[in-house]
């Protein structure tokens, strides 16, 4: 695709992501967050009076977190869930049972040390939630349908570019509201604000010369990559921005960074999720993404 050619298909992904989310359609909105109950949206989908129906509604949550491995048998609630807080500290608490688990059957030395590490940080992001997430909503929280996983794979095209399908809905579910201000997989990728010049980079070798990287270095189609990535985000951001005017951006950035501090605390990124948790614990303001940069970014709260 050419840059314009991406632009209208990043504007065409933002439209569907309004529309996903419920924008300008109450009706579109869901109380409490889980996945939507299979058996009623059937039932529709096979032609059913969907008013003869009770309102197709949030059911326990289908997520990779609640059912991978051993998690499956844990006793932990699945949903749905009325808040944020209730959804995250239900993750949380699966992350600290289950390394809780690793220490005491475990023999490898280690799964012992990454478990000793990643207990710590996920219960102190634990003990945090309530700070950032209300523990005690009078009605549950409004949620919309979100899907997680709008990589390049589960999108198909035409010739035209026209999105024709979608693709990937097993684990899509009604999630906050804010979850709907996270970039699509396709558009996360490092931030690089200056065009990569490519005679700047250095040629392939000839072994490795091919039409698919043009004689250049692979470093060079990386970073330009990573610069288109960021002009299309821009796009997709304004485009939001004009077809959802309440689009909750910079509300949720903080929402935002906890959620990926705990997707992060028990994998191979647990000491950046600990540091953000540990500057959180001080009222200071820190980006997660800032933890990739090597800038700190702080900000007392």
């Known amino acids: 695709m050419s840059m314009e050619q991406k632009v209208v298909f990043t504007k065409r992904v ?3 992501q309004a529309e996903l989310s419920g924008r300008g359609k109450p009706e579109s909105l869901f109380r409490d967050i889980g996945t939507l109950d299979p058996r009623k949206v059937d039932q529709v989908d096979q032609g059913h009076d969907a008013e003869d129906l009770d309102k197709v509604s949030p059911g326990l949550l289908v997520s990779h977190e609640f059912f991978m491995g051993d ?3 844990y006793d932990i609630p699945r949903g749905p869930f009325r808040s944020s807080h209730d959804w995250l500290s239900a993750v949380l608490n699966i992350i600290i049972v289950h390394q809780t688990a690793v220490l005491e059957k475990t023999d490898d030395e280690d799964e012992k040390e990454d478990a000793e590490e990643i207990l710590p940080v996920a219960r102190k992001l634990l003990s945090l939630v309530p ?5 005690h909503l009078d009605e549950a929280e409004t949620t919309a349908l979100y899907h997680h996983d709008l990589h390049l794979n589960n999108i198909l095209v035409n010739e035209e570019g026209e999105i024709t399908a979608v693709l990937d809905w097993e684990c899509v579910s009604a999630m ?3 979850m709907a201000t996270m970039v699509p997989k396709f558009l996360d990728e490092p931030v690089r604000e200056e065009e990569p010049q490519r005679d700047m980079y250095m040629d392939e ?8 990287n043009e004689g250049k270095n692979e470093l060079y189609f990386i970073h330009r990559m990573e610069y ?10 304004a485009t939001l921005r004009e077809l959802w005017p309440e689009w909750p951006l910079e509300e949720s950035y903080v929402e935002l960074d906890f959620f990926q501090a705990i997707s992060q605390c028990d994998g ?6 600990g ?3 540990d500057c959180m614990e001080k009222g200071q303001t820190l980006r997660f993404e800032d933890l990739w940069g090597g800038g700190l970014g702080l900000k007392q709260q």
């Open 14 to 16: 933002a439209t569907f």
């Open 71 to 73: 998690h499956l048998y």
């Open 131 to 135: 700070k950032v997430f209300p523990p």
């Open 176 to 178: 906050p509201l804010w």
């Open 205 to 212: 070798i000839p072994e490795k010369c091919n039409d698919e």
């Open 228 to 237: 288109e990535t960021t002009q299309l985000r821009k796009v997709y951001n």
């Open 268 to 273: 191979i990124w647990v000491k950046k999720a």
């Open 275 to 277: 540091r953000w948790a």
